[in-house]
């Protein structure tokens, strides 16, 4: 079945960089867009970016354009997330989520990762 | 960018008793192709989102059908028809018709 594993969070202190992982299994990953989206205690559930299946397509939210980039591997069935920048208001459970379409013109995520705990404090 | 409102955010249930949830677009949520990409989420304690209804009413696999979606427009609903112990938690409606992708701030549904 589709699992998709996040990792790389941890405390980082503010302007710092940090960059998350998600390893996808059980399904074709390169037949997929994919997105990460936050949980966050201020604004809820956060839509952060998209990635088509072969990369070459990205958008960003507002709120972390300029700062976050998404990328894939589809060798090795990984998405990325490297944040720079980071603000204490990042702070946040991180999510990586699965499209039902290879190319996104509308978003549909079914499945999501179990998600990584991502703490910007000093 | 688009809002979705929802209401209640806390929803108390008995056992056994219908829930509904609303969630309110500030646009209509149509997209060209004529479908509407309404999605509805459940947040269990301690887990991640998982997908229950998607395009305003069709049900996921093994989602049990006393959960329904219904709506067109900016006006959506998610019922459950009789509340059972393991549907407390977090419903979230979202959106992706349009871009940014935005959720609804969630309803917390408990039980009395």
């Known amino acids: 079945q589709v699992h998709l594993v996040e990792s790389g969070g941890g405390v980082v202190q503010p302007g710092r960089s940090l960059r998350l992982s998600c390893a996808a299994s059980g399904f074709r990953f390169s037949s997929h867009g994919m997105h990460w989206v936050r949980q966050t205690p201020g604004k809820g559930l956060e839509w952060l970016a998209v990635?088509?299946?072969?990369?070459?397509?990205?958008q960003y939210g507002d709120s972390v354009k300029d700062r976050f980039t998404i990328s894939r591997d589809n060798s090795k069935e990984t998405l990325y997330l490297e944040m720079i920048s980071l603000r204490p208001e990042d702070t946040g459970v991180y999510y990586c989520a699965r499209d039902v379409q290879p190319k996104i013109l509308v978003a549909n995520f079914d499945y999501w990762g179990q998600g990584t705990l991502v703490t910007v404090s000093s | 960018d688009v809002v979705l409102t929802q209401s209640p955010l806390s929803l108390p249930v008995t056992l056994g008793q219908p829930a509904s949830i609303s969630c309110r677009s500030s646009q209509s949520l149509v997209y060209s192709d004529g479908n509407t990409y309404l999605n509805w989420f459940q947040q269990r304690p301690g887990q991640s989102p998982r997908r229950l209804i998607y395009?305003?009413?069709n049900r996921d696999s093994g989602v049990p059908d006393r959960f329904s979606g219904s709506g067109s427009g900016t006006d959506f609903t998610l019922k459950i028809s009789r509340v059972e112990a393991e549907d407390v938690g977090l419903y979230y409606c979202?959106?992706?018709?349009?871009?940014?992708?935005?959720f609804g701030q969630g309803t917390k549904v408990e039980i009395k």
């Open positions: 395009e305003v009413s």
């Open positions: 979202m959106q992706g018709t349009y871009w940014p992708p935005a």
């Open positions: 990635i088509w299946d072969d990369g070459s397509n990205r």
